[in-house]
């Protein structure tokens, strides 16, 4: 935590060599109390997860695997919100530490020539008027070689040295996804801020005004991306004209 700018967000660091599931880890200190902004860091992960049951490939050394814990005060319903924050984030922050621009897909993606560079899974223990704790983990590839990703994942990942053809300092990105973290925790969840974080992830969405398809829980629905509401769900515009609010899905832009 050296050098760390923030009041909240890292004050309490565990590191990990190996671990299963820095999100994992993070719920069990979350539950017997922990303390907001507690991180849970690993350099490698085990049992790295993504949404729904798929995994997330976290080999030693290679990227950022690191878990949050907040506790903000905001409805269940307003959970997607911690998410889009998270992504502007992390955006935010790789254009301050590594000069690079990166685009965020619908909900939880951030991408770099329609590759993913990062995913945000965010896990909350809520009841439906007030959320005990939610715990943002963040998997950013960071030094893997094209050879690191597994060949199952080599078309649709990607990794900053990929992209800036340079290995990067972890520890520097980390201070910046706290601190800007931290900025979008205490402005940009409240209900006034929210809305110029909103502006900020629709600047940086590589889905707004384009043709998706979205599988989602309800099914899946093909029209175009209207914009994001105030509680983060994604209005869909479909061919009959009618407005689809989702709440959570999966998006591909490639063809219908
Ligand atoms: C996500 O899920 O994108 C959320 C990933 C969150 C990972 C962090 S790491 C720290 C913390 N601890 C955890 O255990 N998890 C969090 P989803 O949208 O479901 O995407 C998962 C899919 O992304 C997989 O099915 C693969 O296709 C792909 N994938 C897996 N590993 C990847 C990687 N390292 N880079 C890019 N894509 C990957």
Partial sequence: TRGLNTSILGRNVEIHSSIGSTNARAKELALSGAREGTVVIADEQV???GRLG???VSPPGKGIWMSVILR???SSQQVPRITIMTAVAVANAL???AQIDVGIKWPNDVVCGGKKLCGILTEVHAEPEVIHYAVVG???NVNLSFEDLPEDIRDIATSLRIEKGKEFNRADIIKSILQEMEKGYLQGLRDDGFAGLLKEYERRSVI???RIRVIGV????SGYAQGFGLDGSLMLRLDDGRVERILAGDVSLRGE
């Avoid at 309800?218 to 629905?221: E, P, R, T, W």
């Fill in 72 to 74: 903000p005060r905001l």
């Fill in 95 to 97: 254009k301050r530490s």
């Fill in 54 to 56: 798929r995994s997330w």
């Fill in 218 to 221: 309800d099914g899946q629905f």
């Fill in 47 to 49: 049992q790295g997860r």
């Fill in 138 to 140: 963040i998997g950013l």
């Fill in 208 to 210: 707004l005004g384009k």
